[in-house]
């Protein structure tokens, strides 16, 4: 195999596990944010609009959140460039049949990727666009209610369904990439392998759960079956 393109893959490899660990760390800060929403309407009502306020007026947090938009599309763009390069680069080179030791999720990365960015642009235009463009309306307290439109998203059941699904893949996506993103990183020690696997499963389960419980909850408590 060539060797500037196995420097280059590595390198986008490494870029890509950096920006998939610090995708992970952001999605555990926006799981514990979320869980506002699981307190009784008038508490969380208060205490969700006052969390949005903190995030878009602190100096630290928007920075953060400019590299988590970096991240992300760093992240999409070189997932893709070498899924091109391994596509264009698999008929010259023998390989291994990887059906017989991979997990399907691990040999599908790119389209439960493609299923997580447009979950991310319906999620980022119906909350994020229209918290920061939008003009909402303010509650009692004067914040931006984005506590309603939440709410509201969450009353009609196939936007539900499509968000736990959107999850699905994520837990997926998480399964494979957290381990992989920590071998590729040179952090995978074979004295500690197991406690980083267990980890990283434990990891992919809580995050896909407990963001499927909040839409599931809302919608139920707030509309019924």
């Not at 490899?13 to 008038?42: E, R, S, W, Y």
Request: aromatic share 18%.
């Amino acid at each position: 195999m060539n060797i500037s393109f196995l420097k280059r893959t590595l390198s986008r490899k490494n870029l890509m596990a950096i920006t998939g660990l610090f995708l992970c760390f952001f999605l555990v800060i926006h799981f514990l944010g979320n869980l506002q929403l699981l307190l009784p309407a008038d508490q969380a009502a208060d205490s969700f609009n006052h969390y949005s306020k903190l995030l878009s007026g602190n100096i630290f947090i928007k920075a953060v959140s400019y590299i988590l938009y970096l991240s992300i599309i760093a992240h999409a763009i070189d997932a893709l460039v070498i899924t091109i390069k391994n596509k264009k680069s698999a008929g010259k080179y023998a390989f291994d049949n990887r059906k017989k030791v991979s997990k399907w999720y691990s040999r599908n990365m790119g389209i439960l990727g493609t299923v997580l960015l447009i979950f991310l642009v319906i999620h980022f235009k119906d909350f994020w666009y229209v918290y920061k463009f939008g003009g909402l309306p303010l509650d009692e307290h004067g914040n931006k209610d984005l506590y309603t439109i939440v709410i509201n998203a969450f009353s009609s059941w196939w936007y539900v369904a499509l968000y736990v699904f959107s999850m699905l893949a994520l837990g997926y996506h998480l399964l494979h990439g957290f381990k992989s993103a920590v071998r590729t990183l040179g952090l995978y020690h074979p004295r500690y392998a197991r406690y980083v696997e267990v980890f990283g499963v434990a990891y992919s389960y809580a995050i896909t759960i407990g963001f499927s419980v909040i839409p599931i909850f809302v919608h139920l408590t707030h509309f019924g079956l």
